[in-house]
């Protein structure tokens, strides 16, 4: 599949789903256990697509990569649930290396699902015709807070090197909930190359000064099955700086808390 098909389906798929709980929200960590594509001329079911959506309270992030072609995509947004509907207001995404247009879009038809909930997209058009998608998704999250559970946009990014100071550039987002994290978007390097990047998994805080992130995916897969420490202080509630050193190189990172 070509990548323009390839990143505009997966807008398409990706920003659709509701999920009904007893309190009526949405928040959450999950997982999709399969997709599905049916139509005149296809009729086809993956169980090995990788990717994880997190709502937190006011913000949904969704994450995506195909193994085997290595492409990534991500998107960022708010979101309102009102009776089983969802309306998600994708304000940045990515994909294949490439930035697109944020997107409204509002949601499939919805239901929950022992293991967390099955979205439905009736018709939606793509190169193969109209077709009806189906994913399921589980809820790998747990019960759990912390100070950072939220959307963070990254204000800077830089790595010291004795004296050198050397600014990293990009655009990075970062959710925190359920005891996830997922943090995606656009690198750009010295010779201004734009990379899609993700990486998401599992966190614990350690005590009020110290996090500690597995890394479950990622765009750079020797990343995969790490687990980083960073020191970490909080600014108000509302901005935090994480650390961490690496081959004897420091790494900063500061953020600033998404608001409505």
């Not at 079911?45 to 997190?54: A, D, E, G």
């Not at 998107?75 to 309102?80: A, D, E, L, S």
Request: glycine letters at 8%; aromatic letters at 12%.
């Amino acid at each position: 599949m070509p990548k323009q098909i390839f990143y505009l389906l997966f807008v398409v798929f990706s920003c659709n789903s509701c999920s009904v709980k007893q309190n009526g929200r949405m928040q959450g960590a999950y997982n999709m256990l399969s997709e599905s594509f049916k139509g005149i001329s296809l009729d086809t079911t993956y169980t090995n697509r990788t990717q994880l959506k997190i709502y937190a309270d006011d913000y949904i992030m969704y994450l995506r990569i195909n193994k085997e072609t290595g492409v990534s995509a991500m998107g960022i947004g708010t979101y309102k649930f009102d009776s089983c509907k969802v309306k998600e207001n994708i304000f940045y995404s990515a994909a294949a290396d490439m930035e697109i247009p944020g997107s409204t879009i509002d949601s499939a038809e919805i239901k929950t699902t022992d293991k967390g909930y099955e979205q439905v997209i009736p018709q939606i058009m793509s190169y193969k015709g109209l077709l009806r998608v189906t994913e399921e998704y589980e809820a790998v999250g747990k019960q759990s807070t912390s100070p950072l559970d939220g959307a963070w946009k990254n204000t800077a990014h830089y790595a010291i090197h004795v004296n050198d100071t050397t600014k990293l550039n990009g655009t990075l987002y970062t959710i925190y909930y359920s005891g996830y994290w997922a943090s995606g978007g656009m690198t750009v390097d010295s010779v201004e190359r734009r990379q899609t990047q993700i990486a998401y998994g599992p966190f614990e805080m350690d005590g009020s000064n110290k996090i500690k992130q597995t890394i479950l995916t990622a765009t750079s897969t020797d990343l995969e099955g790490k687990v980083l420490e960073y020191d970490l202080e909080m600014n108000g509630v509302d901005k935090y700086r994480q650390t961490i050193t690496i081959g004897g190189i420091k790494y900063v990172e500061e953020y600033e808390r998404l608001k409505k």
